[in-house]
C-alpha cells in the first residue's frame, strides 16, 4: 500500500521562479522557494549574491523581471510595497530609518498609522467619535511592544542621541508595531556587539515563539543563523544553490565552496563546528 503523503504546512511565503535583471547585472535568476508559517527562515550568501534584492521582491520595492510571489496563497507580485504592509508584511532595514529628531516612542507610533480607522480627527468630533479609545488601545499595544524591546528607559529620547544597538532595537519595534505575520530582516544584527547581538537574537526568537512571527532574515553572523534559523536558503551569484536545515546547509560542499572567495572570518565560521 502506498504510503500517505505527509501533511505540509500551507507556506505563509512562496517565490517562484524569481529574476530580476538591472541592466546586464542579473541579481536574481530562476529562485523559488517557500517559508513556512512560524518558521525562522534565514537567507545566506557571499556579498553580491542577491539577498537584498530577494528581500526587496517580497517588500515590494523591488519587481521581479520574471516569477512571482505569493503571500497567504494571494499573489502580490504587483501589489505595492503600502498594501503589502496592510497584508501584513513588515520589515526593517540595513541602514538604519528612524527620524532622528523625533522620541523613540513617535518614532515606533507613526508605523502604526494605517492600523488606526479613524485617523486623527480634530476637537469634539475626536471626543465624540471614539477616536479616543482606539488611541489608548493604540497606545496600549506601543507601551507593550517597548516592554517587550526592554527600551522603556529611553522612550522619550530622541532616537537619534541612542546607541546603534538600541536604535536598531527602536527599527525593530516600529517594524512589530505593524503587526506583521512575517517580519522581513535584513541584517539585524549589522554592527552590533556581542551582547547587543545576544539580545536581538532574543527578541526575534521571542517574537517567533511568543508573539507568533514569522521570520525571514538576512544576517552574515553564521552564529546567529545556526543558533536561531529553523531553515536556511543560500544564494549564490543570484541563483539558489542550497536550502535546508542550518547544520545540512552549511556541511554542503557547494555552499562552503561558494564562501571560499569571501573573506577569512566567514570560512572560518563555516568551518567552525556547530554546537547545540
Ligand atoms: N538597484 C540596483 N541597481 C543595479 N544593480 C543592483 C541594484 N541592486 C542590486 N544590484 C546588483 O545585484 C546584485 C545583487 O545585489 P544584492 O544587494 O541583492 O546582494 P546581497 O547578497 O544583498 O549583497 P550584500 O551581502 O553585499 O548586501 C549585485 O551585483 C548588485 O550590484
Not at 542577491?50 to 504587483?78: A, D, H, L
Not at 523625533?102 to 494605517?114: A, C, E, P, Q, T
Not at 505575520?181 to 526575534?204: H, Q, S, T, V, Y
Request: with cysteine.
Amino acid at each position: 500500500m502506498a504510503e500517505a503523503a505527509p501533511i505540509l504546512e500551507a507556506p505563509i511565503l512562496e517565490a517562484r521562479g524569481v529574476s530580476l535583471r538591472f541592466g546586464g547585472v542579473r541579481a536574481l535568476t530562476e529562485v523559488s522557494f517557500a517559508i513556512r508559517q512560524g518558521e525562522v527562515f534565514s537567507i545566506i550568501g557571499p556579498n553580491g549574491a542577491g539577498k537584498t534584492s530577494m528581500v526587496n521582491c517580497i517588500s515590494g520595492r523591488y519587481r521581479p523581471t520574471e516569477g512571482g510571489i505569493w503571500f497567504g496563497g494571494q499573489e502580490i507580485t504587483r501589489v505595492p510595497v503600502r498594501r503589502r504592509a496592510a497584508l501584513g508584511i513588515g520589515r526593517t532595514f540595513q541602514n538604519l530609518a528612524l527620524f532622528g529628531h523625533m522620541s523613540v516612542l513617535d518614532n515606533i507610533m507613526v508605523g502604526r498609522h494605517h492600523l488606526l480607522r479613524r485617523g486623527f480627527l480634530p476637537g469634539m468630533l475626536y471626543w465624540l467619535g471614539g477616536a479616543q479609545r482606539e488611541e489608548i488601545a493604540h497606545r496600549r499595544e506601543v507601551e507593550e511592544i517597548i516592554d517587550f524591546l526592554e527600551i522603556q528607559h529611553v522612550r522619550k529620547a530622541p532616537a537619534g542621541t541612542l546607541s546603534y544597538g538600541l536604535r536598531k532595537r527602536v527599527e525593530l519595534a516600529r517594524a512589530v508595531a505593524l503587526k506583521p505575520k512575517l517580519i522581513l530582516l535584513d541584517e539585524p544584527m549589522a554592527g552590533m556587539n556581542l551582547e547587543e547581538k545576544e539580545d536581538m537574537a532574543r527578541f526575534i526568537l521571542d517574537l517567533n515563539e511568543e508573539w507568533g512571527m514569522t521570520v525571514l532574515m538576512i544576517e552574515h553572523d553564521m552564529g546567529v543563523v545556526m543558533d536561531i534559523s529553523h531553515r536556511v536558503m543560500v544564494l549564490d551569484f543570484g541563483r539558489r544553490i542550497a536550502e535546508g536545515a542550518p547544520e545540512a546547509v552549511l556541511a554542503d560542499p557547494h555552499v562552503k565552496r561558494a564562501y571560499l572567495g569571501e573573506a577569512d572570518e566567514a570560512v572560518r565560521d563555516l568551518d567552525e563546528p556547530v554546537t547545540a
